[in-house]
C-alpha cells in the first residue's frame, strides 16, 4: 500500500498498480510526495525506483530560429530612393501635364510662359 500527498493533505492508502495509474494517466504530477511502509519519509514518485520511469515528460520540440531578411546594402537603398524619387516626379510631371494642358503647340507659341492662350 501507497500513500500519497495531494494539496497538502494525506491522501487514503492505495495499491501500486493504483497509484501507477494516477501517476501515467496524469493525474497526479511526478512530483507528487508518496510513501509506504518500510520507506525513509516521503519522497517525490519521480525519485521512487517502481515510479520514476512511468511518465515521461513530453518531447522537448525544437523551434527554428527567426527568419532573417538580408540586410541592403548602403548602394542598394540609394538606388531604391533614387527610383522612388523619379517615379513621384514623373507623376507630379503627368500631373502638371493634365492640370495645365502643357502640349507641344503651346510650348512653341511660348504662351505657356504667358499663361495666355
Do not use: H
Not at 501507497?2 to 487514503?12: D, F, H, L, S
Not at 494516477?22 to 525513509?40: D, F, I
Not at 530560429?65 to 524619387?85: N, Y
Request: hydrophobic share 45%; proline share 9%.
Amino acid at each position: 500500500m501507497w500513500y500519497y500527498a495531494r494539496n497538502g493533505r494525506q491522501e487514503v492508502p492505495v495499491s501500486e498498480e493504483e497509484l501507477c495509474q494516477l501517476l501515467a494517466g496524469r493525474a497526479l504530477p511526478l512530483s507528487t510526495l508518496v510513501w509506504r511502509p518500510g520507506q525513509n519519509g516521503w519522497q517525490k514518485a519521480e525519485d521512487v525506483s517502481e515510479f520514476s520511469g512511468l511518465v515521461k515528460p513530453p518531447p522537448v520540440v525544437a523551434v527554428p530560429p527567426p527568419l532573417s531578411m538580408p540586410r541592403q546594402t548602403r548602394k542598394e537603398t540609394a538606388q531604391m530612393a533614387g527610383w522612388a524619387f523619379g517615379a513621384v516626379c514623373f507623376v507630379l510631371l503627368a500631373i502638371m501635364v493634365i492640370r495645365f494642358g502643357f502640349t507641344a503647340e503651346k510650348a512653341e507659341a511660348g504662351s505657356y510662359l504667358t499663361g495666355y492662350s
